[in-house]
């Protein structure tokens, strides 16, 4: 029987049977029971249409709702509970092949919709429906581990994680024995190899581990050529495998610091995707920006012309797609203004402040004046213009980013005590020493209660109020705190000096 005629009786519904248990006492008589109110299945299909047998088939729309969705919809008298009621509760009897398809459409919506854990829990799910509907040595059992792997490393950036469940599913493919009967199924298990190995190579490398990842993306390329001879595998297919692997294989030289290759393999990707998905796709913009960022990474060998052209590459795709106003825009320009500064050059700081005012004007929009990405923008504006001599903006600046730094981080926070930090170095640039050792001391008071007294920081800044009041004049006209005061007292000595020793009576 074909998945499409399975169970077409109870089409909309998992089967359900009543099973006797014990019977215990009830105060609550069979037609006192509270009836559920049914509900009108909605027909979907499912998106993952790997093979000829996957998940493309109509499934159970019931199973495939969401919890937070019944709840909403449902009155709380309706819904199923499975408490046992007079003896019997009811029992879940879905073949775990249904289950299977239910899961894998759940998790694939849930990464959809940034439920990131739910998503993982699905495909945690799926793996056991996938050993008990293919057994323990099928290649779609080890499909199962690449999706969970890939989660991990894509949406939670858990390398270990990642490295575990790839070498599971590798082991079930290279460790059963061979039943492939036809060249489609051949290609199904090198597709799974490949994302397995890929999967792997880019948890090695975030590993530190390099060598192994080197080994590990060579041999998903042996597996990508095989692929490239098959004629069921198309074009498409192999060409975004080959960005894949190369956008990992770039990714790997530059953890290695080896820029030479880092950036001819960048290179490289950028071609291929340029081929692939035309030179104003969305899909190059954070792969320009890492080459930006590759470049700015040499330190005094950095090529920033090369990173500035990069960067601005990004940004020009960014607004032909998308509005002024959007958040990918806003990234770009705040990398724009980030390249230009560290030109050093003194054209490039008014470009730099004309990319942070665009920035900063797109995250009051989309974010609000008090979120942390605003407030990170008003910071690197502020350090500009402090560059520039302009130091009286650069403290306007800063102080109305205090209140809102206090809500987004609390007002004992190291990002409030760094605020106050940095206004007190611009007046003491500009010379008003005494509304310096002021900010100093809010300073101070505040990281010794968020990092304690003996933080290299805290250190530092009470050697920068010391220097500072023992200037002339200065001391007296701050009043001291108890803990200041007590260190400036004698020590207290003990011993007690007698002229006359004590006589007797």
């Known amino acids: 029987m074909s998945d499409e005629e399975d169970y077409s009786a109870e089409e909309g519904r998992p089967m359900v049977i009543e099973v006797k248990t014990t019977k215990r006492p009830s105060s609550r008589t069979q037609g006192q029971r509270s009836s559920r109110t049914p509900r009108t299945p909605k027909t979907q299909r499912s998106q993952h249409n790997d093979d000829e047998d996957d998940y493309s088939d109509d499934y159970d729309e019931d199973e495939d709702y969401d919890e937070e969705e019944m709840a909403n919809e449902a009155p709380r008298t309706s819904r199923i509970t499975h408490r046992p009621k007079n003896g019997r509760k009811k029992v879940n009897t879905t073949p775990p092949d249904r289950l299977l398809k239910t899961s894998t459409k759940k998790a694939s919506k849930f990464l959809d919709q940034g439920k990131v854990d739910k998503g993982i829990q699905e495909y945690v799910k799926c793996i056991a429906y996938s050993r008990m509907v293919h057994g323990a040595v099928d290649w779609r059992l080890a499909r199962s581990y690449a999706d969970l792997a890939e989660a991990y490393l894509d949406h939670k950036s858990y390398a270990a994680q990642a490295d575990y469940h790839a070498d599971n599913g590798k082991a079930i493919l290279l460790n059963s024995p061979p039943t492939i009967t036809t060249e489609t199924e051949k290609a199904n298990v090198y597709t799974v190899l490949f994302r397995l190995y890929h999967t792997k190579g880019r948890a090695l490398t975030a590993l530190k581990k390099f060598p192994e990842a ?51 393999q960048y290179d490289k990707l950028l071609d291929q995707m340029e081929a692939h998905y035309g030179k104003d796709s969305m899909e190059l913009v954070p ?37 002024e106003d959007n958040l990918v825009t806003m990234d770009t320009a705040l990398s724009l203004a980030r390249a230009y500064s560290q030109t050093g050059r003194e054209e490039a700081e008014g470009v730099a402040e004309k990319y942070l005012n665009e920035c900063l004007a797109i995250c009051q929009t989309c974010h609000g004046t008090n979120h942390k990405k605003t407030l990170e923008v008003m910071d690197e504006l502020a350090r500009l213009l402090i560059r520039v001599d302009r130091q009286e903006e650069a403290l306007s600046i800063l102080r109305s980013s205090l209140p809102g730094k206090c809500e987004a981080y609390g007002d004992y926070s190291e990002q409030v005590s760094d605020t106050y930090k940095l206004i007190a170095s611009v007046h003491l640039s500009g010379g008003g020493t005494e509304k310096a050792i002021r900010a100093y001391q809010k300073c101070h008071n505040i990281e010794c209660l968020v990092l304690g007294k003996n933080s290299k920081k805290t250190k530092d800044s009470e050697r920068t109020i010391e220097i500072l009041m023992a200037s002339p004049g200065l001391s007296n006209k701050f009043s001291l705190s108890k803990t200041e005061e007590l260190k400036k007292r004698p020590k207290f000595n003990s011993i007690v000096n007698r002229s006359k020793p004590m006589t007797g009576t």
Do not use: P
Not at 297 to 312: F, Q, V
């Open 287 to 323: 792969v320009y920006q890492e080459n930006g960022q590759l470049e700015q990474s040499k330190g005094r060998h950095a090529n920033h012309d090369k990173a500035i052209e990069m960067y601005l590459q990004a940004h020009s795709i960014a607004g032909a797609n998308y509005r």
């Open 214 to 264: 080197e080994q590990v993306l060579t041999k998903a390329d042996k597996f990508l050529a095989d692929l490239f001879k098959m004629s069921c595998v198309t074009q498409d297919e192999c060409d975004e495998m080959e960005i894949d692997i190369s956008h990992a294989k770039a990714k790997l030289y530059w953890k290695q610091k080896k820029h030479a290759l880092a950036s001819s």
